[in-house]
C-alpha cells in the first residue's frame, strides 16, 4: 500500500460525499481511503456506510467519543497501512489527477509531500486565492533547509489537507503535545529535528471550501492565540521568520483587531475573556473601544478600506461580507471584487 488518504469527520454529513465522490473517483491500485468519525451525532454514519459498502477501498472507523480534530488525525494515521499519509478534509475537493501527482511525488525518499490549493468560496463558485503557496515550480527541500520550509510553507500549512507524510516519520515523533492545538501536523512537521527530504508540489491540486471551517465561531481563540502559540514554540526557528509567518501577539495589532470586529469574530465578550487581564494602557483602551464600537459600522468601514486601498485581501472581504453584521455596503464591494 503506497498511499493512504486518511480523513477525520465530524457532523460533515451535508458536505461529505462531494468531497468522497472526487477522491473514489481518482483510486488507483495501492491507495486506501481511511475515514475516523469522531462519533457525529448527525447523518454521517449513514452517507458514508453507503461508500463502504461500494468501495472495499475505503476503511471506515466510527469512534465511540470524539477526541478533537487531532487526535483522530492522529488515529487515521494509526489505523492506515500506506507507506504515505495524506491527511485530507472532509469538505474540500481534490482537482482532476491530483491523486496521480501527489503519487509520482512519492518517491522513497521525500519524507514530507506539500500540495498546494487554489481558495473559492463555500459553493466553490468563485476564486479567492489562486494558490497558497506563490511558486511557479516545485520546490525540494533537504538537509539544512528546516527554517526556509518552515517560512515558505508554514502559512499554508494551517491548511491541514497540504500534508502527505511518510507514515512512520509520523509515529516516530511528538504528537501528544499537539493536541489541542488543533494543528497537531504543523506541530509534528516543524519539531525538531526537522525533517530533512521534503517537496512542495507548486500546481494546487486542492479546493478549499473556504468559510466552512467547524471551527469558525472560535475565530477569535484560534487565529490570535492558538496559532500564534504554536508558531512561537518553534524556538530552532528565528523570531524574524516566526513573525514573518505570524506576529506573537497578533491582537495588539489595531487593523487586525478592527478587521475580526468587522468579521464578527471579535466583541465585548471576546474583550473579557482574552484581553481584559492581559493588556495594559493605551492598548487595554483601543482594544475595549474597538470591542464596544457598533459593529455593522465597522463592516462598512472594513468594506471601504478593503475595496478602496486593499482589493488583494479577496478573503477578508469574503469574511466582511457574510458576516452577521453584513450590510448591502458590504455585499456590494464584495459583487465589485467578485466574491
Known amino acids: 500500500m503506497k498511499l493512504s488518504i486518511c480523513i477525520a469527520t ?53 469512534e465511540r467519543e470524539n477526541s478533537g480534530v487531532d487526535g483522530d488525525y492522529d488515529k487515521a494515521v494509526s489505523y492506515a497501512r500506506g507507506e504515505y499519509c495524506w491527511l485530507m478534509t472532509d469538505d474540500d475537493l481534490l482537482r482532476s489527477g491530483a491523486v496521480s501527482r501527489v503519487l509520482s511525488a512519492l518517491d522513497g525518499i521525500n519524507d514530507l509531500v506539500i500540495v498546494n490549493a487554489e481558495v473559492r468560496n463555500v459553493e466553490c463558485s468563485k476564486i479567492l486565492d489562486g494558490s497558497l503557496i506563490k511558486l511557479s515550480s516545485d520546490r525540494k527541500y533537504g538537509i539544512g533547509d528546516g527554517e526556509t520550509l518552515f517560512l515558505e510553507t508554514a502559512q499554508c500549512l494551517s491548511f491541514i489537507g497540504c500534508v502527505v507524510i511518510r507514515r512512520e516519520v509520523w509515529l516516530s515523533r511528538k504528537r501528544s503535545p499537539y493536541y489541542g492545538t488543533l494543528f497537531v501536523h504543523v506541530g509534528v512537521i516543524f519539531q525538531e529535528p526537522s525533517i530533512e527530504n521534503a517537496v512542495v508540489i507548486a500546481d494546487p491540486l486542492i479546493v478549499i471550501r473556504y468559510g466552512n471551517a467547524m471551527w469558525s ?21 528565528s523570531d524574524r521568520s516566526k513573525e ?3 506576529p506573537r501577539e497578533p491582537w495588539r495589532n489595531v487593523k487586525k483587531l478592527v478587521l475580526a470586529r468587522a468579521m ?3 466583541s465585548f465578550s471576546e474583550y473579557c475573556r482574552y484581553l481584559a487581564g492581559t493588556v495594559n494602557g493605551l492598548s487595554r ?15 462598512v468601514f472594513a468594506s471601504l478600506y478593503i475595496l478602496l486601498l486593499n482589493r488583494k485581501a479577496r478573503m477578508g472581504m469574503y469574511d466582511i461580507s457574510r458576516s452577521r453584521h453584513s450590510s448591502w455596503v458590504s455585499r456590494l464591494a464584495a459583487r465589485i471584487l467578485g466574491v
Open 285 to 299: 483602551v483601543l482594544s475595549l473601544v474597538i470591542a464596544r464600537m457598533p459593529a455593522r459600522l465597522v463592516n
Open 244 to 246: 514573518i509567518v505570524c
Open 264 to 266: 464578527g469574530g471579535y
Open 10 to 62: 465530524y457532523n460533515r454529513g451535508k458536505v461529505i460525499s462531494e468531497t468522497l465522490d472526487r477522491i473514489l473517483s481518482q483510486m488507483q491500485p495501492g491507495v486506501e481511503l481511511i475515514i475516523v468519525d469522531g462519533a457525529s451525532p448527525d447523518n454521517t454514519p449513514e452517507v458514508i456506510r453507503q461508500y463502504v459498502s461500494c468501495h472495499p477501498e475505503i476503511r471506515y472507523y466510527r
Open 217 to 237: 465561531p472560535r475565530w477569535f481563540e484560534i487565529w490570535m492565540f492558538k496559532w500564534p502559540q504554536l508558531i512561537w514554540s518553534f524556538n530552532q526557528f
